[in-house]
């Protein structure tokens, strides 16, 4: 399943480091690591400070939790698992949303949101790229047109959205909210 080279730049970093990496689709029995990669996407800044929330409270948020409420009950609803040697490693998905039930990076009603998280045992590994590609591939294969996120400026993962083709729509406090034409 995994679709790469789709970013500039790209390079199998699997190959290069020697990692044993499977990206998958989700499976129902992914929905309590789903949940954790959301708290580590949302709170990944408190998370590296010491001072973030317990999980449950953090993801409990009305505005976090949109982000996968009923999931999988929503047209478009998809995401992609990264395993290392057969351990979840990462996440990344796409969902619609409207106006009046949005998460950052919503555009508009028409557009997939992304969100992602690699697990910070993982990271600096490919695994995020290899899941944003991943996704991009779906999206091309469904006919979606637009895909859309907000990152903060300090995050790291801005680098990777670029080299992906995201581009800038609008910066937000101190994030980037960004757009990729399919």
Known sequence: MLALGICQGDTDLRAVLGIKMEIRLY??????????????AVYWRSIAQGTNPPIDEGVSVPSV???????GARAGDTAVIALKDSARAGAAWFRYYTA???????????TLVVVLAVHRDYR?????????EQL???????????????VSNDNHALGLYQKCGFELLDEVDS????????
């Open 100 to 110: 009046s039930r949005s998460i950052r990076g919503y555009i508009d009603d028409s």
């Open 27 to 40: 499976q129902d029995k992914d929905m309590p690591f789903l949940t954790h990669m959301l708290y580590e």
């Open 136 to 150: 991009i591939e779906v999206a091309r294969v469904e006919g979606i047109q637009r895909l859309s996120l907000m």
């Open 65 to 71: 939790w949109q982000a996968l409420e009923n999931w």
């Open 124 to 132: 600096r590994l490919g695994i995020g790229l290899q899941l944003v």
């Open 175 to 182: 994030s980037s909210l960004m757009v990729l034409q399919l």
